[in-house]
T-cell receptor, first 112, second 113 residues
Framework: DQQVKQNSPSLSVQEGRISILNCDYT??????FLWYKKYPAEGPTFLIS?????DKNEDGRFTVFLNKSAKHLSLHIVPSQPGDSAVYFC???????????FGKGTHLIIQP | DTAVSQTPKYLVTQMGNDKSIKCEQN?????MYWYKQDSKKFLKIMFS???????INETVPNRFSPKSPDKAHLNLHINSLELGDSAVYFC????????????FGSGTQLSVL
């Protein structure tokens, strides 16, 4: 039972354009959401997060949007750069010590 | 200076063997985790320790035994390895359990032959 879903295994975007990665969740108890970026042979690294009390959080080229009623969040990267090519994991938590629940990831490929 | 380091990076072993993966964090965090990324690429939590005490133990075979000698270390010992144990294992830490971001190690790719 996937509580965090990333339905696009891969996404190809041209350099300089906007990349939009999507994530859906089913657990209403989730109240904090994170995006992680992962390069091959490395561990995931934290990118950006958002609390359920907000609907948008921005950090440089990265913006995360949260639509609680739809249980959907998205990560926007603009402009996309070659170094953004990586696997992006969406994660969620309901607090406590339960750790994070991850999606399967989306492989973003930035084409020159 | 690596924040979360785990060794070895690669581990190839025969079925039935016992092996350990070590993890250390120098971030001063109270909570450490082990995650498993299987062939389907899901990252799933296995264990969580807070100040050396077990907090989470997901449905993991008891052949897997975490050991935390102090809050900076969380080692994973696996007995009687099986083919299905082949995966990438990630150690992580956070300043507290819950909604704090996790810092991950670079992973240990375990291959059981």
């Amino acid at each position: 039972d996937q509580q965090v879903k990333q339905n696009s295994p891969s996404l190809s975007v041209q350099e300089g354009r906007i990349s939009i990665l999507n994530c859906d969740y089913t657990n209403s108890m989730f109240d904090y959401f994170l995006w992680y970026k992962k390069y091959p042979a490395e561990g995931p690294t934290f990118l950006i997060s958002i609390s359920s009390i907000k609907d948008k959080n921005e950090d440089g080229r990265f913006t995360v949007f949260l639509n609680k009623s739809a249980k959907h969040l998205s990560l926007h990267i603009v402009p996309s750069q070659p170094g953004d090519s990586a696997v992006y994991f969406c994660a969620a938590t309901g607090g406590g010590a339960d750790g994070l629940t991850f999606g399967k990831g989306t492989h973003l490929i930035i084409q020159p | 200076d690596t924040a979360v380091s785990q060794t070895p990076k690669y581990l190839v072993t025969q079925m039935g063997n016992d092996k350990s993966i070590k993890c250390e964090q120098n971030l001063g965090h109270d909570t450490m985790y082990w995650y498993k990324q299987d062939s389907k690429k899901f990252l799933k939590i296995m264990f969580s320790y807070n100040n050396k005490e077990l907090i989470i133990n997901e449905t993991v075979p008891n052949r897997f035994s975490p050991k935390s000698p102090d809050k900076a270390h969380l080692n994973l010992h696996i007995n009687s390895l099986e083919l299905g144990d082949s995966a990438v294992y990630f150690c992580a830490s956070s300043s507290r359990g819950g909604d704090e971001k996790l810092f991950f190690g670079s992973g240990t790719q375990l291959s059981v032959l």
